[in-house]
Nanobody
Framework: QLQLVESGGGLVQPGGSLRLSCAASGAPLENYAIGWFRQAPGKEREGVGCISKSGRSTNGVDTVKGRFTVSRDTANRTVYLQMNSLQPEDTAVYYC??????????????????????WGQGTQVTVSS
């Protein structure tokens, strides 16, 4: 079973960029669809980008379209979330997770978080001046 560990979070100024990493172990990365989610205090977990088993990326929520991009490096067994033009409302804990049902392979946007499992521990992203 694939296991995931997120890293790369931190404090960034508005307008800045960060790249988060989701390191996988335990199985070939290309056997799984992976999603990136975030959760801010008092809010529901929301998808910010997903990538299918074949490597096709799908969009997250409308508020991150055009700013966040998901990619993967199967040789290094890592899925990335590139975040640009960050704003204070992007402040949240960011998680990666596995889609065991393969919904991501057919979706035009990230499936709901309820379909994902094997969540990582999360990495905090804080956007503030």
């Amino acid at each position: 079973q694939l296991q995931l560990v997120e890293s790369g979070g931190g404090l960034v100024q508005p307008g800045g960029s960060l790249r988060l990493s989701c390191a996988a172990s335990g199985a070939p990365l290309e056997n799984y669809a992976i999603g990136w989610f975030r959760q801010a205090p008092g809010k529901e977990r929301e998808g910010v980008g997903c990538i299918s088993k074949s490597g096709r990326s799908t969009n997250g929520v409308d508020t991150v379209k055009g700013r966040f991009t998901v990619s993967r490096d199967t040789a290094n067994r890592t899925v990335y979330l590139q975040m640009n033009s960050l704003q204070p409302e992007d402040t949240a804990v960011y998680y990666c997770a596995i889609d065991p049902y393969g919904f991501t392979d057919k979706a035009t946007s990230c499936p709901p978080a309820v379909y994902f499992g094997s969540w990582g521990q999360g990495t905090q992203v804080t956007v503030s001046s």
